[in-house]
Structure formats: structure tokens, C-alpha cells
């Protein structure tokens, strides 16, 4: 029998010293055998009064016990059942005077006449059966349940029930502090007695969070060094173990968006884990000037492992009208924690009926490095077709908030649009996600360090907004936006961004995003902006389900301003990557980026162009990616391109801090670009060129250069100029092939005066090296039995910007 721990309130010392004896006592039974018909009081109580010493005394079950009026004091007795012989409740007691302090409950204390009691005496485990639960589906087996585990909390017992069926009625707060194996028990939870702020499982963390008191010397030194990047703070060593919370509420942040949420915000807070010297885990996202709370909550020194088990709910949440969030399931309190092998589902010919919304079914709430795994979970009802039968606000199968380190794997969570997204969380740091299916991921404020891998997320999708490492590997998405930044919050990522060897399959035949970042012009309380770096490697759109769709598909969606309504700028990404981008199930390609006011970003490094150079702060790649077949449409429309920087205008930058980027772009046929009134170095290799607009009012603030490109245009039918080519620090075309422009789909080799840059026979601009001219044209030559002239011809072999443009023909 395992003694309890030092740091535990033991029982007097005097029951301490009988159960021990009762224990060796019983020892001495092992022989003693149910066919010697030493089942004393399943006969008669004579008998066993007159056949059985009163320290070995054994009965069928709780009743026949009950009937002995021969036991005394400091007998110890054992019981094959709690109603029936064999019902799994066999238990040991030892019998003492009743006493006040322990009410006979019919479960660890047993009522028994002359004002005796039978104290039930811990084993190696707790049962439910042990305390009367009666599983006949109409009484409240939680009552018994939650004494199972109260007695499991005093004496330190796992729950050990691996099969049965018990149905929870209006008990709730059940508390679950040691190791439970529920193996395929069932348990049934009424849902019409769900309370707003107690759950039916509590997971309570024993130590109480404690205020940490700095002198002034102190804070301030511990103030300087909480900042991103720290890794040693040594003010908060005495604290290891301890998850520490920050927060400053004279410093509001996370000012959310929208007429219905005016005046939301939440207090600039952080979140971190001490270890040993004080060195901190969880990345610092914020600097503080000052604080009006700092608590350290004690982590435990085990994990505690709750196993298997079946939960079915009925789904009539109480309520008509949203009042606020109802507790349905397991509040998780307790650190190092880790729920598994759970299935939770209606039960049969039931529906979600709740006009309230739940908190989650897993709520996990100060908690670090916990675990849910294995578990089969539903997302809840929430846009039904009837409007008056609308829940009021967003409801949740997973939800909670100052989460460290908490990982969540192979866990299944589907539904259809009726129904809110599963996942639902706030100030989730370091976030994990393996091997899951969930109709949704959603975290509204301060998400920091995402990772999903080998995963499927359905119709709700990804929608987040925070910072650090966002990395989504080896992960499909269905839906028609790969990663939605919340615009209620600012649609922001303050961090690396990378997607690889992922999926989106639309839902639906309407514009595709694979990054969406798109605020409100409002002031958030915060920087705003999308990735400090972005890389999207090998992702497919499969758009199989609509092959005749014609819905542009962008890469990245950003807003149409660069600054809040309060004029504070935002950031923007010193790198861009994207790589072998494709589509199956139609012909249709993608979209790059388009961002119309590159000139008030803040890329928190330095850029410039002074007229000699441009020194960029932005690298940006895009290669292998099969582009959108556009419409014809007028020459140097920015509203018709796959990449656009800049608007038409020549508009002045803020300073050295906006985009200044450095663009490449290689084998990403059917380009169309316009960079007019833009800062920019563009390097264009292996490409077929729709459209390019470097041009707009005065020349490209930088360099323009095509290498080994083909010059194709599709445009309607006029007289301007196709091309606008002009860079300031010059244009340069090597190894390109020119084309005839070609109008509704016919090419228009008597139009090829059009490209402006080259007019055959008359014309060659800028600095051109073995520049070639396509069949089409040369055909069209042919059949008019135009010679092109070989000064012509010698100037697209090799052309310098600072020679005449025009053919000498003599």
C-alpha cells in the first residue's frame, strides 16, 4: 500500500495506525476462498458472528453489510460489490464510532447502525463503483463520481474504471488531481445543468499563484531586460518552475476592430516560463514601461495523465439568448497535463440545440507545457439557417487563454458551416498542432509561435493574429484562404511566416488567398503588418471541384494603405520568398502581390534611392510559379497585373525606412507587372512578359533588367504603347525574344510598332544584348517582304542606353 507523501495532510495518526494494521490484517486473508463459503452475512449474521473473527469479517455487498449489528470498533471488513456481488465496488473498511467530522456520504463513509461507520481504506486505486454509482441512466452518478475522486485527492490514488457507463446529471467541478484510466468507460453529461463558470471536470492546479514583490532597484532592472530577445532575466531566478504573468492595465493594446466590439481591448500582457538561473522560455513580444501585475503560478513537478474515455452530451445548453459562455467539459488548470484517448459526441438522435455559447469542452486556462492527443471532439452549432436560432456569439470545442507550450496531436474536430469553428483561444504562446483534422484553428489575440504540420483544417479554416515562428508544413487547408490574419485585430504577424509542401482546396468558386492580411485603417493599440519574413515553398490550389472557374487566386492580399487612421505605419517583410506555387483541376494560374502605397511602410531597416542607386531593405523572390492568363486590357493599367508596386503617380517616400525592395522574378510565365511611381530594382529571368509597366508619369526610381525573357503582349485593340520600360538607372534586356502584340487572342504583327521599345526598323532603346525576334513577326516580314535592315538587326545584337535609338538607314 503506497503511504502518503510528506507534503500531504495526513489522516490522524491514530486512523493512520489502523489502517495499516487493517491493511496486514487483510493481508492474511489472500486464502481465504468464496467457495469455503466464508462469505459471512450472505447466510446470517449469527453465523458470522459465531464462525468469523471480527478483524475478517467479508460480505456480498454494502446492504448485507448494513444488516450486520454485530460488528464493533476496529473491525476490518471487506465487501465483494456495492449492490450486487461483483459489480466491480469490492472495497475494505475499517469500522470506528461515527464521528462528526466524517458524515456518513455512502461512499468513503458508510452509515452503519449503533452509531458506527464503515471508513473506507485506500488501496492502490479508486473505482466508481466503489462509492454506489448506480449507472441506470436517471440517477446523478456524478455525485458518487466526484466523491471518487475527492477521496482519490486526499489519499493520492489514481482512478482506475476502464469500463462501465455513468451518466452526470448536475453534478459538476469534479476534481481530477492524479492519474485517471477511463479506458472505455461511457459517460453521459446532461447539458441542461451546465454552468457559466464550472466545468463538470476540473484539472485544479494545488499551488496557488503568488504576487511577486520587486524593490524599486529590482523592477527597474527586471523592467530594462523584459524586452524581445532576452533569454536570462536574472531577477526572476528565485522562480523557476513558475509560469509568470505580466500585465500593464494603464497600457492598452489589441483595440478590436468593428461597431460591435467598440472599446475592446486587452492589457499589455506577457507570458513566460522560468528555469533554472533564471533563464526565461517564451519568446518576449512586447517592452513594458511599467506593470500593475506580476504573479508567479507554480508549475507541477509531475505529469498528471488522464486516459481514455467516451463522453456523450445532449446538447440543450440552458438558455434562450446569449448571456455569456456556458462550461461544458474539463477546465484544465494544472501544468503538465495530458488528456488522451477521448472520444466526445451527441448522443444518438440528439442534436446541438444551444442558443449559449461554450467555452470549450477543453479548457485550458495558465497552463504549460500540456497535451491533448488522441481525441475525437465536434465542433458546435452556431450559424443555423433560422436566424432566431443564431447563437450570439463564436462557440468553442477547444478553448482558453495564457497558454505556454501546449501541444495538441491527432485530434479529429469536423463539422459543416453550420457550425463555429472548434479551436478558440487567446495568448497561446509557442502553439503546436501534429497530425490533426479541425474545421478550424483560431486564436483572436496574441498568438506567438504556431506550428500545424501533417494536418487537414476544414472549412473555418486558419485565422490568427500575434507573432514569432508561424510554420505550417505537409498541412492541406479547405477553404478559399490558406491563413487568415483576424482583421479584428489587426490582421497582424509579427514574425517569420513559412509554408511548405501544403494544399488549399477551395470551397467554393471565389477568390483564393494563400496569406490574407487585410485591417481596418484603425488604430490597434499595436504595430501592424503582415510577416517580418515570408516563405512559401511547393503549395498547390487544387481547384478540382470547380474546373471551369475563373476566380483569381492571390499569393498574398495586403490593404490598399500602408499606415492607420492615426497615421502609425505598417510593417512590412524585409524578405519574400515564394517557390513552385501550382494548380491542379484547371488552366488558370495565380496572382503575386499587389501593394499600391509602398511608400509609407516601416521595414525597421534602413532603404534609399538618391538618383546614383537604390540600396534596398526588401529582398523579394518569386520563382516557378504559373501565373494567371489575364485578360486583355489597356496598356499600364495597374488594376490588371499579377505584381504591383506603387500607383501611378510619382509619390514622394516618408523616409529611408519604407520599401525600397530588390524583386526577382524567374519562370513565372504570362507575367504581368506594373511598377509605376515605385522605388524598385526589378530582375526578371525565364519568363514570358504579358505586360510591364516600369513607367508611370517619370521613369522606375531603379533598375529594370530581363534576361532570356519572351516579350508577349495580349492587349485590346489601340494606339499607345504597350511597354513602358524607362528605369532611371537603366533598362537592360539580354537574351529576349520579341513577339507581335496579340488583340482578342490574334496576334497583330503590323501593331509591333506598339512595343515602343522596339520598332523594327526604326527603333531600338535602352541596353539590349542578343535580342531576338519571334517567328510571328518574322512571318509577318516575310509575307510583306519587309527586309529588316542591318543596322536594325546590329542593334539587337548589342545595343548600348547611351547610343542613338534610332536606325541609321542610308
Known sequence: MTLLDSDH????????????????????????????????????????SDETPSASRIYSTIAELRKDTTLRAGAVVRTLGYHTAGDGGEATYTISAAAAKKPADSGAVIGLDKDLQAN???????????????????????????????????????????????????????????????????????????????????????????????????????????????????????????????????????????????????????????????????????????????????????????????????????????????????????????IQNQWVGLEPGKRDISMEPRSGFYNLSRVYNSTLENIRLIPWEQNRSDPKKKVGAGTYGIGGARMLNCTFRNITAEGSWVHWGVFGTNLNKNFRIEKCQLNRVDVHFHCWNLSIVDSVIGLRGISITGGGDLTIENTVQHGNVFVNFRRDFGAKWDGNIRIRNCKLIPYRDSTVVILSSRPSQFDYGYPVGCGRAIDIDNVEVDFSGFPTSTAPIWLISLAEFSTTEDGARHFFANQISARNVTVAGRQQGVRLMNIPEPYHYDLGREGSYDGIQLKPNCQMVFENILLEELPPSKPNDPEHAHFRIGNKGSTPYQDSKALYPHVRITNCPNLSAYLGGSAANLSVTDTTIDRCTAAADGPLRGSLNLQSCRLAPQVIEGTEPIYALDAELGTHLTNCTVHAPRVAGVAKPDQADRLEFIQPNKRVRFYQLNTAIGNDLLAHFKAKKIELHPNFIAMLKSHHGLESDAVAIR
Request: glycine share 10%.
Open 120 to 338: 473506507l481504506l485506500p488501496g492502490n486505486a479508486v473505482n466508481y463503483h466503489m462509492f454506489g454509482t448506480k449507472s441506470d441512466g436517471k440517477s446523478d452518478d456524478g455525485v458518487q463520481i466526484k466523491q471518487a475522486h475527492e477521496f482519490a485527492q486526499r489519499h493520492k490514488l489514481p482512478i482506475i474504471q476502464r469500463h462501465g457507463e455513468f451518466w452526470i446529471i448536475k453534478a459538476n467541478e469534479i476534481p481530477i488531481t492524479t492519474n485517471v484510466q477511463w479506458g472505455n468507460t461511457i459517460f453521459h453529461l446532461d447539458e441542461k445543468y451546465n454552468e457559466k463558470r464550472k466545468a463538470r471536470f476540473v484539472v485544479p492546479n494545488p499551488h496557488s499563484a503568488k504576487s511577486i514583490k520587486l524593490d524599486e532597484a529590482a523592477k527597474k532592472s527586471f523592467l530594462s531586460r523584459l524586452k524581445p530577445g532576452v533569454q536570462l532575466i536574472p531577477e526572476m531566478a528565485p522562480y523557476k518552475n513558475c509560469l509568470i504573468s505580466i500585465h500593464d492595465s494603464g497600457d492598452k493594446i489589441g483595440f478590436r476592430a468593428g461597431d460591435r466590439y467598440k472599446g475592446q481591448s486587452w492589457n499589455r500582457e506577457e507570458l513566460f516560463y522560468v528555469e533554472e538561473g533564471g533563464r526565461i522560455l517564451g519568446d518576449i513580444a512586447w517592452k513594458f514601461k511599467n506593470y500593475t501585475s506580476l504573479t508567479a503560478t507554480p508549475c507541477n513537478d509531475s505529469f498528471l495523465i488522464i486516459d481514455g474515455g467516451g463522453f456523450y452530451v445532449s446538447g440543450d445548453n440552458p438558455g434562450e439568448k446569449y448571456t455569456g459562455y456556458y462550461q461544458n467539459g474539463f477546465r484544465i488548470q494544472r501544468s503538465r497535463t495530458k
Open 9 to 48: 495532510t495526513p489522516p490522524q495518526s491514530t486512523e493512520r495506525a489502523l489502517q495499516r494494521r487493517g491493511a496486514l490484517a487483510l493481508l492474511s486473508l489472500g486464502g481465504i476462498a468464496v467457495t469455503q463459503r466464508t462469505v459471512v452475512a450472505a447466510t446470517s449474521n449469527d453465523a458470522a
